[in-house]
């Protein structure tokens, strides 16, 4: 199922579910909002070659890319904390006419609680994910372990070194990156990251510290800033004129508003 097709089909879900329909957003930034979204699974999708392949979506959340790569044949593990869990089994029913949604499973899980087997995955997915989980260090440790020595973490991040995210960010949480919250369910104190993003220097640090390396010398920019001037443009045509930007290093490192990468571990 190409990305076109579902996101119409998920616009249709949309509509009869106005939680999500507030979580994602799709308001009269229409545009630029859809063409985030299918940068960002495009780049999920491009990472993912082999239908014989066993991905862990961690952070998956409502599950809308797990359930992408379900009506595409590919077998997803999700975990995910918080309300969104209680939404996933409706959303299976809903794309159960589309394709095998039983393709995808989830767990109610913690990443340090969650008793996973070593080299267990060729792929592990964090879409808006890293930056709430802490320790970050002792996570990254988790996924050295339980990754394929041939797998990969494939990260969909916001940029922590865009100027005007981190603004935004500062006058929502202050300097307050890591908090403390109860978990009613798991009946546990955990650390969150209170949006605790990083730049790409960073992420790549500490990645490296755990024993991963990054398979290109930078990411993937997308969502320049400038795109609100181009608001009455198509989600394409956005796409096709920010990538002037990705070779010019001030836009692309402080004015792009996410960051897709991906590491290997080392051998």
């Known amino acids: 199922m190409a990305i076109n097709d579902f996101f119409d089909l998920f616009l ?11 979580y994602y957003k799709f308001d009269n930034r229409f545009e630029l909002r859809k063409a985030y979204f299918f940068q960002r699974l495009q ?3 491009d990472q993912i070659k082999d239908k ?3 991905t862990w979506d961690c952070g998956c959340g409502y599950g809308t890319t ?3 790569l379900a009506m595409n044949g590919y077998r997803v593990y999700g975990t995910t904390l918080e309300f969104y869990f209680d939404e996933i089994e409706k959303r299976k029913e809903y794309w159960k006419q589309y394709g095998n949604s039983d393709l995808f499973s989830v767990d109610y899980a913690d990443v340090f609680d969650n008793k996973l087997d070593d080299n267990s995955f060729d792929y592990i997915i964090l879409q808006d994910t890293l930056h709430h989980i802490e320790p970050l260090h002792k996570a990254l440790d988790v996924f050295h372990r339980v990754v394929k020595p041939d797998g990969k973490l494939i990260v ?3 940029n922590g070194s865009d100027i005007i995210g981190n603004l935004k960010l ?5 300097s307050k990156r890591v908090i403390k919250v109860w978990d009613e369910r798991l009946q546990k104190e955990y650390l969150l990251g209170n949006e605790n993003v990083r730049s790409w220097k960073k992420w790549k640090r500490e990645c490296e510290k755990a024993g991963f390396v990054s398979e290109t010398t930078k990411p993937e920019y997308i969502s ?9 443009r198509l989600a394409e045509e956005m796409i096709t004129k920010e990538k002037i930007f990705t070779n010019k290093y001030y836009p692309r490192n402080y004015l ?3 960051i897709n990468f991906s590491m290997k571990p080392c051998k």
């Open 43 to 45: 780049y999920i999708s």
């Open 156 to 158: 969909v991040e916001q």
């Open 66 to 68: 797990a359930l992408f």
């Open 256 to 258: 792009a508003s996410g």
């Open 52 to 54: 014989n392949v066993a």
């Open 224 to 232: 320049f800033y400038y795109q609100f001037f181009l608001r009455n």
């Open 170 to 174: 500062f006058i929502k949480r202050g």
């Open 12 to 22: 249709k879900e949309l509509q009869n579910s106005p939680a999500m329909m507030e």
